[in-house]
């Protein structure tokens, strides 16, 4: 019964961060986003590099700056994976909102996280995003797929 209580404590713990951490997102603060982030983090994310290495706020909050108004979000399919003192988290994301330039942004990707347990407190260590592409050998991101399913939106 104390390993249960003690795992969902952990699981509550790291759903309050992801919370924090897409309230920080969806609010432009790259200093607050960045903080639920390990020192040593490493980012797959969708615009380039391929790889990013640690926490980046300057060019965070260049990409928050070409956003009017708040970034919209929603999330389906979520997964979460505990075992010790580290994580996965897995799930589709939607972004929604409008650039600067005008540009309607609506957009589901896939995300994954890994989060580590530091000091009392769980960061995310390692995170994947991705668009899937056509495979007909144009490699054509394709940006306008929806889930299949209505998963529960959590």
């Known amino acids: 019964m104390k390993d249960e209580t003690n795992a969902r404590h952990e699981e ?24 639920y982030e390990a020192e040593d983090s490493v ?22 700056d070409s956003w009017e108004g708040p970034i919209g979000g929603e999330v389906r399919d979520a997964r979460l994976t505990l075992g ?10 939607r972004m929604t909102g409008t650039k600067t330039d005008g540009a309607e942004v609506d957009l589901w990707f896939r995300q994954t996280l890994g989060l580590v347990k530091r000091d009392g407190r769980w960061l995310v260590a390692h995170q994947h995003a ?9 490699g054509r991101a394709l940006l306008d797929l929806k889930p ?3 998963g529960p939106v959590e």
């Open 130 to 138: 991705s668009v899937p592409f056509a495979m007909d050998g144009s």
């Open 43 to 64: 980012e797959f994310s969708l615009a380039p590099p391929l790889v990013s290495n640690g926490k980046d706020a300057a060019g965070l909050q260049t990409w928050f």
């Open 148 to 150: 299949q399913t209505a």
């Open 12 to 35: 509550e713990a790291v759903i309050a961060m992801l919370m924090m951490r897409a309230k920080a997102i969806g609010e432009k603060n790259a200093e607050e986003a960045l903080s």
């Open 84 to 93: 010790g003192d580290v994580a996965f988290w897995s799930g589709l994301l």
